[in-house]
């Protein structure tokens, strides 16, 4: 356990998107605060960058981070002024304290 804990060394702040809709019914956008949380982050290379025919050059980023209730596509990480969404969220049973999350930049 003492070797995880000494690999996560970056803060990351955690928001949950919000079910406010605008006036026109679409999504509002917004972000509600969910706390902080240690974590490591590696880059990750680009596997497929077309996406329904579109170009997708956006950085992508491996956080493994302690295992926490509440974390899923909904919810977007705040790093070094980035703004990271989740993709994919995996936990192995192997290693209950912990989850491995993919994620995309977002512009």
Same mark, same amino acid.
């Given at each position: 356990?003492?070797?995880?804990?000494?690999?996560?060394? +970056? =803060?990351?702040?955690?928001?949950?998107?919000? /079910?406010?809709?605008?006036?026109?019914?679409?999504?509002?956008?917004?972000?509600?605060? /969910?706390?902080?949380?240690?974590?490591?982050?590696?880059?990750?290379?680009?596997?497929?960058?077309? =996406?329904? /025919?579109?170009?997708?050059?956006?950085?992508?980023? *491996?956080? %493994?981070?302690?295992? =926490?209730?509440?974390?899923?596509?909904? %919810?977007?990480? %705040?790093?070094?002024?980035?703004?990271?969404?989740? =993709?994919?969220?995996?936990?192995?049973?192997?290693?209950?304290? *912990?989850?491995?999350?993919?994620? +995309?930049? *977002?512009?």
């Amino acid at each position: 356990m003492a070797e995880f804990t000494g690999t996560l060394r +970056e =803060r990351v702040v955690l928001e949950t998107r919000l /079910d406010i809709r605008n006036v026109r019914g679409g999504p509002s956008g917004k972000y509600a605060y /969910d706390g902080i949380a240690w974590a490591a982050l590696m880059p990750l290379v680009s596997g497929d960058l077309v =996406r329904a /025919d579109a170009l997708s050059a956006l950085p992508r980023w *491996q956080v %493994t981070m302690r295992k =926490r209730e509440g974390v899923g596509l909904n %919810t977007r990480l %705040t790093w070094r002024g980035r703004y990271l969404a989740i =993709r994919s969220v995996i936990s192995d049973p192997r290693e209950p304290a *912990q989850m491995l999350l993919t994620c +995309e930049e *977002q512009r």
